[in-house]
């Protein structure tokens, strides 16, 4: 505990931002407590009919994308990963539009994004940061084969960076959906990564004010999420992303399923519908 640094977890908006760390918009240093930087960024959109979800991450001077639309109505998954020369066919990192052009795959939306959640935890000597937003309103078009669709949705965007554990390993979910008192709801949960029982990203919002939640478990194989006060998200499966590399100095174990979700969450709060993702990774970065 030593070599922690002071002033972490810190959640916010708020008073108390880090002084003294290199913090996005500001640039940070590729190489900190030895340790290279990683940087994400996640879009993913969830409804009725079309969920998708769209990104890309940095490792160091790698660089990989990825892209997935899952078309329930047609039962059927599209989906790509790219290595650094295909970036161009995903172009994410700039807020506020996604844009895919791969194939006979076209998507192009606008996001109107907001401050978000931020949380910035200590990770050894070093710090990882994120900042959340759920429930982003989002337009546009989708492009499947020769079909195309307009798109009237919400989503949930993850922006991460920093310094982490050489070894990694997290439970994740992110959806959008309704509560039984008609607010629109959106949720973030997670164990293993900024899971400090009081600092940490785990935000429900509702009519777009988040709120923290309690620490969340979930089960191994990704179909229930429960919390100490007795509530319980249960989460069927429709479709699943999985990828697995071995590269050099880089291991990732991915699993990704888009589904829908039932049950409550804290506070009391009843889902009438709820759509989105689970998640499972361990890597070696």
Known sequence: MGDRLPGLPWRGPGPGRPDGLALPPARMPLIRAGRLLKRWRYVGVYGPELMLCAGSVHVGPAWQVWWAVWDRPARRLYERTRLARGRRAVQVERPGSLRVRDGDVEIDLRLDEGPGVEVVSPAGGAYVWTRKQG?????????????????????VVDDSAGYHDRHTAWRWSAGVGAAADGRALAWNLVD??????????????????PTQVPPARFAADLHE??????????????ATRRRRDRLLLFRSDY??????????????IELVEGFGVTERHEVVW
């Open 135 to 155: 429930g982003v309103p989002v337009q546009g078009r989708v492009r499947l084969g020769g079909r195309e669709r307009e798109l009237v949705a919400r989503a």
């Open 192 to 209: 293993g990564i900024h899971d400090d029982p009081d600092a940490s990203e785990r935000t429900m919002w509702l009519d777009g004010v």
């Open 225 to 238: 999420i429960a919390f100490a006060g007795g509530q319980r998200l249960r989460f069927t499966a429709e």
């Open 255 to 268: 699993e990704q399923p888009f589904g829908t979700f039932a049950g409550s969450l804290p506070g009391g």
